[in-house]
Every structure is written in C-alpha cells, then in structure tokens.
C-alpha cells in the first residue's frame, strides 16, 4: 500500500537549469496538490488538480509548471530554476467526498545553486 | 495575506505535561479545521479536524478546542509523550468551489522532553 509516492527524493540544481518532479498515487484518489514547505512560513499551494487533465494555480504559482495526463500521476515542472525555489516540495491527494484528508508523500528536497 | 496566523513557533514541554497551540483565522467562510503532524523526514499527516458547528473535539490525547466568535481554535495534548514531538500545523479550508484547498498555519515545532 504505498499511498503517495514522490520522486526524486533529493536533487540539487544550478541556475537555469529545468527539471519535473513526478508525484504518484495510487488510491484513485481525484484530487492531487502540490506545495512547497519553508522555514516559517508552513505550507503553501502552488498549483492543485480536481481531476485529469485539469490543473489549476494556488497561492504560488509564479516559475512552476504542472500536468495531470494520467489520474495516478501529477507532475510539477521548473522551466528555469531559480535559488528562491530551493525548498522541500511536496504532493498530496485526496478523494472527492466530504472531509476526506489530504494524503500527502514524503517530499522532494530541491536545492537550487 | 496571511489566512490563519499560528502561534507558538516553538513549544518545549515535559513528559506529561499540555502543551497547547493556537491559530487565529480572519475569514469566516472557511468551513473545516484540520491539524496535521509532521514528524522529519516525513509528510504531514492528518491528527484531528473540527468543523464550525462545534466547540470541542476529542480523539485520545488530543483536543480541539474552536471559538467560532473569536475566530480562534487550539490544539490541546493531554499526557504528552517524547514520541509526541514533531512539528504540527493547523489548517484552514475554503469550500467545494475552491477544490476544497487547504491554507496552512506556519507551524510549531514540539519537543517532548521524557
């Protein structure tokens, strides 16, 4: 029963450089979130999914890009790394009923130099 | 714009003892209140939610406790354990015709000393 499956766990990046992070779940559930965590300043959404082939922008979209092609799969791109998004980032999912949690993975830790 | 303001930022207490965590929130169109407890290394994890039509929930150790005319609500540990430490955040949340998104708090750090 793996839940949320994130990866990389870890990567570490230059300026200008892109890369995707893939985050997978397997509970069918519809609804997928993407955030980034910061000393300080909790969790904040940057882009979220009600379903496939939809996507939508939260908090902090700016520099992000994402894709839902497949319901199991929600894929969070950086065109150009910056420094300012080094951070830990991670993805949650979550089934469309009433009250249900977000179930979220275990992050990816991104360092941008 | 900060949605739910969280406090302490940090919070050391000994075995047995309540430690205690508050979040104050402005909108009053939010309609569900989780914390969630992260331990490291790890991802949040759903502890307790209450929503508006109640002034207190309780699942073993853990009480919220929520104000709805001070727009405040509280996280209470009843006989906290050193395996209670983690970093909790509370959380706000919008309605259906915002997919239901979470605002977090900023966190508190809690230690448990045995």
């Known amino acids: 029963n793996a839940g949320v499956t994130q990866t990389p766990k870890f990567r570490v990046l230059k300026t200008g450089q892109s890369m995707t992070l893939l985050c997978a779940q397997d509970?069918?559930?519809?609804?997928m979130y993407w955030y980034r965590q910061d000393p300080g300043m909790g969790l904040r959404l940057i882009h979220y999914?009600?379903?496939?082939?939809?996507?939508a922008k939260g908090e902090v979209p700016d520099g992000y890009n994402v894709s839902r092609l497949k319901k199991q799969n929600f894929l969070l791109g950086l065109e150009s790394a910056a420094p300012s998004q080094t951070s830990v980032y991670f993805c949650?999912?979550?089934?469309?009923?009433?009250?249900?949690?977000?179930?979220f993975g275990d992050g990816t830790r991104l360092s941008i130099l | 714009q900060q949605q739910v303001k969280q406090s302490p930022q940090s919070l050391i207490v000994q075995k047995g003892g309540i430690p205690i965590i508050n979040c104050a929130y402005e909108?009053?169109?939010?309609?569900?209140f989780p914390w969630y407890q992260q331990f490291p290394g790890k991802g949040p994890a759903l502890l307790i939610a209450?929503?508006?039509?109640?002034s207190e929930k309780k699942e073993g150790r853990f009480t919220i406790s929520f104000n709805k005319s001070a727009k405040q609500f509280s996280l209470h540990i009843m006989d906290s354990q050193p395996g209670d430490s983690a970093t909790y955040f509370c959380?706000?949340?919008?309605?259906?015709?915002?997919?239901?998104?979470?605002?977090f708090g900023s966190g508190t750090q809690l230690t448990v000393l045995p």
């Open positions: 949650a999912s979550r089934e469309d009923r009433t009250n249900q949690p977000q179930h």
């Open positions: 509970m069918n559930h519809e609804y």
């Open positions: 999914s009600v379903g496939e082939g939809t996507t």
């Open positions: 909108n009053t169109a939010f309609d569900y």
């Open positions: 209450i929503r508006p039509d109640v």
């Open positions: 959380a706000v949340r919008r309605g259906l015709l915002s997919a239901r998104q979470l605002t």
